[in-house]
Nanobody, 123 residues
Framework: QVQLVESGGGLVQAGGSLRLPCAAS????????MGWFRQAPGKEREFVAA????????YYADSVKGRFTISRDNAKNTVYLQMNSLKHEDTAVYYC????????????????WGQGTQVTVSS
């Protein structure tokens, strides 16, 4: 199984930007679909973005489309989530996830998870 460690979270003003790296170890992620999910207090974990291992095709939740960008650097075994034009409602713990095989937007399909990184957007 691949181990994942997120970083880059913090406090940012509305309209600002953050980039979240997710470093993988234990396995190369070149054959893994990668995803980002988030969970706000009192809410269920929700899909944010995903990227396939083969074509690099990306998928986004409607709430972040046009503001967030997921990318991967297989040589560095790292996935990134670039977050621009942040809103207060983006405040959550952000989790990186990996799934061997095809990409999906369903959290239950991912079997490796990081510990999460807190993103707080002040309004």
């Amino acid at each position: 199984q691949v181990q994942l460690v997120e970083s880059g979270g913090g406090l940012v003003q509305a309209g600002g930007s953050l980039r979240l790296p997710c470093a993988a170890s234990g396995r190369t992620i070149s054959s893994y679909a990668m995803g980002w999910f988030r969970q706000a207090p009192g809410k269920e974990r929700e899909f944010v973005a995903a990227i396939s291992w083969s074509s690099g095709r990306t998928y986004y939740a409607d709430s972040v489309k046009g503001r967030f960008t997921i990318s991967r650097d297989n040589a560095k075994n790292t996935v990134y989530l670039q977050m621009n034009s942040l809103k207060h409602e983006d405040t959550a713990v952000y989790y990186c996830a990996a799934r061997f095989g095809g990409v999906t937007t369903t959290s239950a399909d991912f079997n490796s998870w990081g510990q999460g990184t807190q993103v707080t957007v002040s309004s």
